[in-house]
C-alpha cells in the first residue's frame, strides 16, 4: 500500500512529539532556543563593526534588526537541520536503510519530516518574541512579528531543494558527516543572518542571492525592523525567494534522486 | 504472466575499497563480492543463503532489497525488477537487516512499529489492531516488552521487533539476513518457528541467510552454499549431504591446539585429505571424513599412540552440512 503524503505527514507528527515530550533536554532548549541565538546573533553581529557604524549604514534599530535575524535563522534551521542534519542521525541508529525501504520515494518522506518541528518552532517563536517586541515597539511590531515569522516559514519551506542536496551529498559522501558542520554555518553566514549582505563584498553579495534564505531575512528585516517599511520591496523579497523555490525544489529533488541511485551503484549506504 | 517469488540472474557486484598503506597513502582495490550468482526462490519455502562471513549473503539481500544497484546482472520479486521497478518490488518485501539497531531508541516498540506502519499506507484501527496483532505473534507481549522504550530492549526482543515490521504490511516476500545472529535460544527458536509457519500457512517466499550449518539444516526447504561470491552447491539439506555420501567422519577431541595441529600434520602426510579442526570450548575437535571409519580408526589411533598424542574422546558421525562445504570448498577451519 503506497503512503500518501499527509500519511507521512501524521507519521512524522507523531514521531516528533512523542519523541519531543520524552525528551526533557529537548523541551528545555526550545524554550531557552529564542532567548539564546537573539544574544548569540547580537554578539556576532557587533564584532564585526560597532553600533555607530551600523545605524550609519542600516537606518534600522539594532535591536529589532537583530531581533528579525534571530527569528529567521530560527525557522530556517528546522529545515537545514531536518533535511541535511537527519540523515547524519538516521544512519547513526540505522533506521535510514529501512526510510529507504518504504514503499513511496525517500524524498517524499524526506520532505514531509521538518514539517512537525516548523510547526512547532514557528508558533513557538511568535509566542516568544511577539510579546517582546509589544513592549518594545509596541503593538504594530509585534503584528511585524507575527508577519515575518509566516515569511520565515515561507522562506524556509523554499529551502527545501538545497537542504535535499545536501542531504544527498551526505549519504553519497560515506561518513565524511563533517562538511555538514562547515556547510551549515557557511549557508547561514552567506544569507546574511549574522550580518547584513549591504555590508558584505560584492562577491559575496552575488552569492548570497542565489539564496532563497537571503531574501527572507531581507524581507523579514524590513517588515520588523523600519519604522514605515515598503510593502514593494517586502513583496519583490517574496517573490524573488517563491521563484528561486521553484526552481530549486524540482532540482533539488531530481539530485537528490540522482545521488541516492549513485550511492546504491556504489554500495556507499551503510546498514 | 511473471513469475513469481524471487527470482535472481547472474548478479555481479565489486566494491571498490581505499587500503590503508600508511597515515596518508592508499591502494584502491576492488573487491568482487558477487561472481554472477542466479537462484530462485518459489512461495511456500524458505531458502537459506548459507556462507562464511564475506561471502556475499548481505550484498546478495541489499540487491534484492533495492537498496544497493548491481554491476550486472538482475533479479526479480514477484516479477518485478530490483534494477527497473524498484518502488514495486519494495511493495512486496518485508526486511531484516542487522538485528541491534534500526528503531528509534526513545519509542516504545508499539510507537516503533506503529510510526513504520504509517509509512507503510497503514491507518486507524486497522494500524492498531495489526500492531497489536503482530507484537503478539513475536512474543514481545508475553515479554511485557511492547510499551517499553527500545533503548531498554535485549538483542532478541530488538530481533523479534525487527521481524515484526517486516511482517507489518504482510509482504509475499521476506529477506531476512542473519535474523538470529547473536539471539539468545528461546529468541532464535521462536524466529525460526514463525518463519516457518508463515511460510507454510500463508505460502510466503523467504530467503534466509545465515553463517549457522545447524540452523540452516533446520529451518531450510532448500539450501544455497555461497563462498566468495559464487554459489557452490545448491538443493536440500538431504540432497547436499548426498555430495560427500559413502563418507562418514571421525571426530577426535583433543585438549591443545598444538596437539590438534601436530595430528593434522601427521595425517595429511600419512594421505588422509578431509580433514578440518573445529574449536569447542576448551576442546578442539579434528574431523576426518573417510569412507570405511571402522577399519580407518584403529589406524589413525595407532598414528596418534606412536607420536605420543592424548586423545580425549573418540566418535564416529554422519556427514554433516558442515563436512558438505568443507568438502567443496577446502576450507580447514
Ligand atoms: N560497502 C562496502 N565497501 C567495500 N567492501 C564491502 C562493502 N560491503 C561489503 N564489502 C565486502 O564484500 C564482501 C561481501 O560482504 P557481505 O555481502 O557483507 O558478506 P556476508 O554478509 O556474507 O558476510 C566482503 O569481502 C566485504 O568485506
Ligand atoms: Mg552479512
Redesign the interface.
Given at each position: 500500500m503506497k503512503p500518501s503524503f499527509i500519511d507521512l505527514v501524521v507519521a512524522e507528527f507523531k514521531n516528533f512529539f512523542i519523541e519531543f515530550l520524552r525528551r526533557k533536554s529537548l523541551i528545555i532548549a526550545l524554550v531557552m532556543y529564542p532567548y539564546l541565538l537573539t544574544a548569540l546573533i547580537m554578539f556576532i553581529g557587533t564584532m564585526f563593526g560597532s553600533l555607530e557604524y551600523f545605524k550609519q549604514k542600516i537606518p534600522a534599530d539594532p535591536l529589532l534588526f537583530f531581533l528579525a535575524s534571530s527569528l529567521t535563522l530560527l525557522i530556517s534551521l528546522v529545515i537545514i537541520d531536518d533535511i541535511g542534519a537527519r540523515f547524519i542521525w538516521e544512519e547513526r541508529m540505522g533506521t535510514l536503510p529501512y526510510l529507504m525501504l518504504i514503499p513511496t520515494s525517500t524524498a517524499k518522506l524526506i520532505l514531509a519530516s521538518p514539517i512537525p518541528r516548523l510547526a512547532l518552532t514557528s508558533c513557538w517563536v511568535i509566542a516568544v518574541l511577539a510579546p517582546t517586541a509589544i513592549v518594545i515597539k509596541g503593538v504594530g511590531a509585534g503584528l511585524a512579528v507575527v508577519l515575518t515569522c509566516l515569511i520565515a516559514t515561507l522562506g524556509a519551506l523554499c529551502f527545501v531543494g538545497l537542504a535535499l542536496i545536501i542531504g544527498g551529498l551526505l549519504i553519497l559522501s560515506r561518513g565524511e558527516w563533517s562538511i555538514y558542520w562547515v556547510i551549515r554555518p557557511l549557508i547561514l553566514f552567506i544569507s546574511g543572518i549574522f550580518y547584513p549582505t549591504a555590508l558584505m563584498p560584492i562577491w559575496l553579495r552575488i552569492l548570497s542571492m542565489t539564496l532563497p534564505l537571503s531574501y527572507a531575512i531581507e524581507a523579514s528585516r524590513m517588515l520588523i525592523a523600519f519604522e514605515n517599511p515598503e510593502m514593494r520591496l517586502i513583496l519583490i523579497n517574496v517573490t524573488l525567494m517563491t521563484a528561486l523555490a521553484i526552481l530549486y525544489t524540482p532540482l533539488g529533488l531530481k539530485t537528490y534522486a540522482y545521488l541516492e541511485v549513485r550511492t546504491k551503484k556504489l554500495g556507499g549506504l551503510r546498514i | 504472466m511473471a513469475k513469481k517469488g524471487i527470482e535472481v540472474r547472474e548478479l555481479v557486484?565489486r566494491?571498490?575499497t581505499k587500503i590503508r598503506k600508511g597515515f596518508l597513502r592508499s591502494e584502491t582495490k576492488v573487491i568482487e563480492a558477487l561472481r554472477g550468482i542466479s537462484f530462485d526462490v518459489h512461495h511456500g519455502e524458505v531458502v537459506g543463503l548459507l556462507g562464511p562471513n564475506g561471502a556475499g549473503k548481505?550484498?546478495t539481500i541489499?540487491i534484492l532489497?533495492?537498496?544497493?544497484?548491481p554491476d550486472s546482472g538482475d533479479a526479480f520479486i514477484e516479477g518485478y525488477s530490483v534494477v527497473k521497478e524498484p518502488?514495486k518490488v519494495?511493495?512486496c518485501?518485508g526486511?531484516m537487516?542487522?538485528v541491534?539497531?534500526?528503531?528509534?531508541?526513545?519509542?516504545t516498540g508499539k510507537?516503533n512499529l506503529?510510526?513504520?506502519g504509517?509509512?507503510?499506507?497503514?491507518?486507524g484501527n486497522y494500524l492498531k489492531k495489526r500492531v497489536e496483532e503482530i507484537l503478539d505473534l513475536v512474543g514481545l507481549k508475553e515479554l511485557g516488552a511492547a510499551d517499553r522504550?527500545y533503548e531498554e530492549y535485549s538483542l532478541g526482543m530488538r530481533a523479534r521487533l525487527s521481524l515484526a515490521?517486516a511482517l507489518l504490511?504482510n509482504p509475499p516476500i521476506l529477506l531476512l539476513d542473519e535474523p538470529t545472529l547473536g539471539l539468545d535460544p528461546p529468541s532464535a527458536r521462536r524466529i525460526r518457528e514463525l518463519v516457518k509457519n508463515l511460510v507454510r500457512k500463508d505460502g510466503k517466499a523467504v530467503l534466509y541467510t545465515t553463517h549457522n550449518m545447524f540452523e540452516a539444516e533446520i529451518i531450510c526447504d532448500r539450501i544455497l552454499l555461497i563462498d566468495k561470491g559464487v554459489i557452490i552447491a545448491s538443493g536440500t539439506p538431504a540432497e547436499l549431504k548426498k555430495l560427500v555420501r559413502g563418507f562418514r567422519a571421525i571426530v577426535l577431541k583433543l585438549r591443545e591446539e598444538v596437539i590438534a595441529n601436530k595430528l593434522i600434520k601427521i595425517l595429511n602426510t600419512s594421505g588422509y585429505e578431509k580433514i578440518s579442526k573445529i574449536k569447542e570450548g576448551e576442546l578442539v575437535n579434528v574431523k576426518i571424513l573417510v569412507e570405511d571409519p571402522e577399519r580407518e580408526l584403529t589406524t589413525i589411533l595407532k598414528l596418534a599412540t606412536s607420536h605420543g598424542l592424548e586423545i580425549d574422546y573418540i566418535a564416529i558421525q554422519e556427514p554433516s552440512l558442515e563436512d558438505v562445504f568443507i568438502e567443496l570448498t577446502g576450507a580447514k577451519e
Open positions: - | 557486484k566494491y571498490s548481505t550484498t541489499k532489497a533495492t537498496l544497493l544497484l518502488h519494495r511493495e518485501i526486511v537487516l542487522t541491534e539497531k534500526g528503531f528509534y531508541p526513545m519509542l510507537e506503529e510510526y513504520f504509517r509509512l507503510y499506507g497503514l491507518k522504550i515490521r504490511p
